[in-house]
């Protein structure tokens, strides 16, 4: 079963640039001295995420202006989507926020107009243009913002992403988190982990693939998401260091908290998967090697 997803957003949002970091692997570093050119008419491609196929829709943004009028390109764009993905970025918010909503509400009455089933997904783009210490609280700030100008009859998901170095994990776990609702291997490790932290407090799971990119996230309810950006730092610092470095630094400096880390390698349980890393600022190194145990137990019953 191939799953449809389509990028739309305005121009120079950084859509192509995702595919082509993500899906192609093309080194983010390199694009950021040779940007990409504008998008010119629609772009169909094929990936495999996991065990599943992902069919990628890139709009040119130069064209989305008419296809919010245009209902036969709307059909033509939309028809059998899964998920429909409206990128924007920081500096066209500051700019003009109310454009960025009129777009989305156009997107969302279109969607029910057409009586299209697909799930609508906001990436808010380039979080690292925003300096600050304090991020994972202005971007809370931000979420509530925006939701509140967009004022629908549903909170539509929205992701903060980047593709700065050390938060690149941030567009990996926004992508891997819908697409896992289409991956059997990726939602049956994620009702694994979800029923074993069911119970704790303030703790987090992340699972990484053979690339390195974290393709879960399992947090408990009460778990503070301001540190996430903090704790993307330290993962991708992880996959740099040697797993004694790693081992040696336990406690995470995450803005005003401090959280416990522990981290196990689980690529013997199933090809997909590398690395899970746990963090909790209530529980200590004991706590979180019981729940990695308990993790691997589950796993070996699952797929040995």
Known sequence: MVTKI???????????????????????NKLALFPLEATVGLSRSVYEFMDSKISLLDTPGQSLPVLLKDEERQINYFENASVITYIFDFPSWIENSQS??????????????????????????????????????????IKRHVNKQLNLPEELPLYFTSLHPNLIYTIYNALSDIFSNFSEDSSN??????KLIKGLSKTIC????????????????????????????????????????????????AGSKILVMEFENIENYHKNFKNIFVFSETLETEGLVKLLNDIKEELNQYYN
């Open 100 to 141: 960025v909503i009129d777009d989305i509400v156009s997107i969302y009455n279109i969607k029910k107009k057409l009586k299209i089933n697909a799930k609508i997904i906001l990436f808010f783009h380039k979080v690292d243009l925003l300096i600050d210490k304090k991020i994972g609280t202005r971007l809370d700030i």
């Open 6 to 28: 389509v990028f739309v957003g305005k121009p120079e949002m950084g859509k192509t640039t995702i595919k082509k970091v993500v899906f192609e692997g093309v080194d983010p």
């Open 189 to 194: 490790l994620k009702q694994i982990i979800t």
């Open 206 to 253: 992340f699972v990484s693939n053979q690339e390195d990119y974290l393709i879960i996230q399992v947090p408990t309810k009460d778990f503070d998401t301001s540190t996430l950006y903090h704790l993307y730092e330290r993962i991708a610092l992880s996959t740099k260091l040697s797993e004694e470095t790693v081992s040696k630094s336990k406690y995470v400096t």
